[in-house]
Structures are given as C-alpha cells and as structure tokens.
C-alpha cells in the first residue's frame, strides 16, 4: 500500500464537465423544504439539547442511524451497527492528596494542588510518575517544537500571564501533549489573589477522562517560586527566548490522585455507501458534522444560559445544521444511478463541544483504513448570515480548494459564492472537527457561515435558520465532494501547509513509537 504522503503529492486535476442528469437530479433533492424538516426534528425541545453524554443525545444518534438505514447505506460503527462508542468516565480529583516536586543542584520544592498549584486538564496517572525537567517559552511556535526534545519530560512552559497569551499557546500544549510529555507545568506570574482563586476552584473540580485513551497528559499551573532553585531565567524566557533546553540535574515528581464517581459512554453515528469502481471503492470521502450541542441550562457543563422561560440550548445552527446536512447528502448520494466511484462515509460525531471528542476518537480507532481516507468535508453551522456566500476554511491547504471553485462555476444557479477563513484571529481552523482529519494527513473544507448573536445561547432555533441557503451550499458541496469521489488521483495538500498542519503531528507520533 502507497504512502498517504506520497499519495498526496500527485495532481488532482479539475472535473471539467456538466455531470450527468441523474446527479444532478440527486443534487435537486436537497431542497429548503427537507432541511427545515430535519432540522426541526434534530433541535427539537424531546432532544434536550443534544449535550455529551445525555438521553437526547442518544434519541439523536438514533434517529441519524435509522435515516441512514432507510438510505441504504452500510453500517460503518462497530460491531456491525451504524454506533461507534467511546468511553467517559467522571472522577473526582483529590487536591489535597496530590503534590508537584522539584529536586535539582537548587534544592527541592514541593506544593500541593490544594495550596501552590492547580490542574488546568489532563488526569491524573496511575502512581507517582517522575521525569526530567525541561523549559521553553510559551512564544514557541508549534510548528518549531522538537517532538523529540520533550518526549517523556516534564516540561515547564513560561507564560507571561501581565499579557494575553499568544494566539498559538493552545497549539503549543497540543504538541507537546502529542508529542509524549510526561506533564506539562505552566509557569505563571499571575496575582497572587487571582492565583489563589484558581486553586480554590479548581481544586474540588470533577474532570471528565475519554475516549478509553488511558490517562490524558496532565497540564498544571505553578507559580515562579516553584522554580526559584532550578537556575530558569525566567525573565530571559518571558522576554522572547523561547527554545527547548534542559533544567540541568532537575526532576520532577507528579503524584495526583483521583477517584472514579461515573462511567458512561457517548456516540459517533457512521453510515458508509460503498463506491462502484473496484479500484478505487477501498478509498473514502468522509462528510462529518457534530450532532452535540451543550444541552440544558443548570445541567452538564453549565454552558447553557436559560432566556426567559426557555432553559433548553437547541443549537438549530449548531450544529444541527451541520448534523441536518451530512443526513441530506447521505440521502442524495444514495439515489440511484449517482453512486460514485470512491466510497463514501456519513458521519455524525459528539463531543465536538466538550474538545472534539468523538472525530478525536474516530481518527484514533478507526473503522476504516485512515490512510484511505482521502478527504473530509466538515459542515458546522451553515444556517446564518449572508445568503449567497460560505467560507471555506482550509481551502487555502490542498486543491480542495480549486474543486469547490470549479463546483461553483459550473453552477451559477446555485448563487453561492465560497471564501477563504475571513476570522484568522479565531482559530476556527483548529476548533471543529476536521482538524482531527487534518491533523493526520487528510486534506479537509470545513464548511462554515460564521457566529451569531445565538451562538451558545437558548435563542438558537430552527426559525432563524436560512433553509433555502442550507439547501445551497449544501448542494455545492454534493457537487464538490462526487468530483473528488469520481477522481482516479486524490487531493492534494499544499507543501508549507503539509509542513505547518500535518509533520508536527507526524513527528510527535515517531517520536512516541
């Protein structure tokens, strides 16, 4: 079997003409009419707002699974059903049983998470664990970072915390995470009252471990004291040094210990179409949209704010249009005489809301050949804002981008017009689902029409939405998706791109092997 990497490096060229009438048929099929009327069903009030893990999530799953039986489509969950399942379990931490040491040529300091730091996320691991210590600035640009270089430490990151952080400092945790770091400490200068705050309230804190990955690498906040002996200009580091270097004869013991209170699972629903070319039916093109919400005010994460009398967080645009538009492309894919010649896979995934749960369990267990996945078609909130224009983020990484232009010229009366991430600043790139496709190598669109005053608010209902734009993007991207799933060569991503998105992550995993 090719490479994934050498794979996508050959030219996807574009379709150049008119598809045939039944396609085109297929397309007329996702009409305003349908949308609204799946839409209403999946950000009714009996879903209960959709939150990971919960009931109405659930009923969601179902009812996804049975539209894609009455398609026709394959099971593509495990076990034979259209569910894939993982794991969530609530726990407990115990701050006053856990510590953070430090012994070096310096001396030693040791805190308690009840008093001198706190856990930002993570678990906490089985036993005591200790390793090296290394330092960087949190100025360090994810791309930069040498996987190699903090694989197994424990790595203090100095944050400046008298200023925002940089826009990347997420991304920085997220590669060293991947990267195989025992731990993570957070070397903060923050206010010793605001400090304080945080220990108190996080320190009596549930956490919630998913997707059966074991323990989750924990991320601490200490303050500078906690480094005083260990010889760490930190004042240097604050003021833009920022490479990976040893704390010279410093380790660093974790003990945390916590207790398990719950254990549930939640859903991904998959349905799959085969494709009819024998040679090209064993690769894949994945539309994927969450079918989570953040469910009920007062219950869950407390996301949800109750308006008025109105206590239920619907997400009509969040994303049940994205839910609603993987379930009417699934539909028109499957009529007959349309069935392309890749294979095709449905999939709505939950925990988009609580750090993309579900696409990160997906890319992880796979119940296809990930390699052979040749594209994903991400769709999270479609249903606002303009009417003749949706932003295409990601478009600018792979040939993608020049498909979905193609898609458009060849049908103007569609009157949909498809942008670059016009919201850098945001970092929606990062926030929705396909950038855990994007992250192990599949060239991805992440279809989107912006926040709205309703974002995250019960004020998000089925009547705002714009039915008859959702019926036109989305038929956009049937027309964009069945060129790439007719193409005997698969897309292709842009090399600085591919440096910048994809190596990071690949390095991270050599280095863990």
């Not at 206010?191 to 471990?209: I, K, L, N, P, Y």
């Amino acid at each position: 079997m090719k490479s994934l990497a050498l794979l996508t490096l050959c030219a996807l060229p574009l379709a150049a003409q008119q598809e045939p009438k039944p396609v085109r048929d297929a397309a007329a099929t996702i009409t305003a009419a349908d949308v609204h009327h799946r839409l209403s069903i999946i950000a009714d009030d009996s879903m209960g707002g959709r939150d990971t893990p919960s009931e109405g999530l659930d009923k969601t799953a179902a009812y996804v699974a049975d539209q894609f039986r009455r398609f026709g489509l394959r099971p593509g969950g495990e076990n034979g059903t259209y569910f894939q399942r993982y794991a969530i379990e609530r726990r407990k931490f115990d701050a006053a049983g856990s510590s953070v040491m430090a012994m070096g040529p310096g001396g030693h300091a040791m805190v308690t998470l009840a008093e001198g730091a706190w856990l930002a996320s993570g678990s906490a691991p089985q036993g005591a664990v200790t390793g090296d210590a290394v330092v960087l600035g949190s100025l360090l640009p994810p791309e930069q970072l040498d996987a190699a270089s903090v694989q197994g430490k424990v790595v203090l990151v100095v944050a400046d915390y008298t200023k925002s952080q940089p826009t990347t400092f997420n991304r920085l945790l997220a590669a060293i995470r991947d990267a195989g770091a025992l731990a993570i400490l957070r070397v903060a200068n923050r206010d010793s009252t605001q400090f304080a705050t945080m220990v108190t309230r996080m320190s009596g804190r549930e956490r919630v471990v998913v997707g059966g990955r074991g323990p989750q690498t924990p991320i601490l906040e200490v303050r500078d004291g906690f480094v005083a002996g260990m010889g760490v200009d930190l004042a240097a580091i604050r003021g833009g040094e920022a490479q990976v270097r040893p704390v010279t004869g410093t380790r660093v013991t974790l003990d945390l210990k916590d207790t398990l209170l719950e254990q549930t699972t939640a859903p991904n629903t998959i349905g799959i179409l085969p494709g009819s070319d024998p040679a090209l039916r064993d690769e894949y093109v994945v539309f994927s949209g969450h079918m989570d919400h953040i469910g009920t005010a007062g219950k869950g994460s407390g996301q949800c704010r109750a308006m008025g009398a109105d206590s239920i967080c619907n997400g009509a645009d969040d994303d049940g249009s994205g839910t609603t538009g993987v379930l009417e492309l699934a539909e028109a894919f499957s009529r007959r005489g349309v069935r392309p010649r890749r294979s095709m896979i449905f999939m709505t995934v939950s925990g988009e809301e609580k750090g993309l749960w579900g696409s990160s369990y997906f890319v992880e267990h796979p119940t296809v050949p990930l390699q052979d996945v040749v594209a994903d078609f991400n769709i999270d909130m479609i249903g606002r804002n303009w009417e003749d224009t949706v932003v295409a983020i990601g478009r600018a990484h792979s040939n993608l981008g020049q498909v979905l232009d193609d898609a458009a010229r060849r049908h103007p009366e569609l009157r949909m017009a498809s942008i670059d991430d016009i919201w850098p600043q945001e970092n929606f790139y990062f926030r929705s689902d396909h950038f855990n496709f994007a992250r192990k190598g599949v060239p991805i669109l992440f279809f989107f029409t912006g926040v709205h005053e309703d974002y995250h608010k019960a004020s998000d209902q089925v009547e705002k939405i714009g039915f008859d734009k959702e019926a036109r993007i989305l038929q956009l991207l049937f027309y964009t998706a069945y060129a790439v799933a007719q193409n005997p060569e698969r897309p292709q991503w842009n090399p600085e791109s591919w440096d910048r998105i994809v190596e990071p992550a690949a390095k991270a995993a050599r280095a863990g092997r």
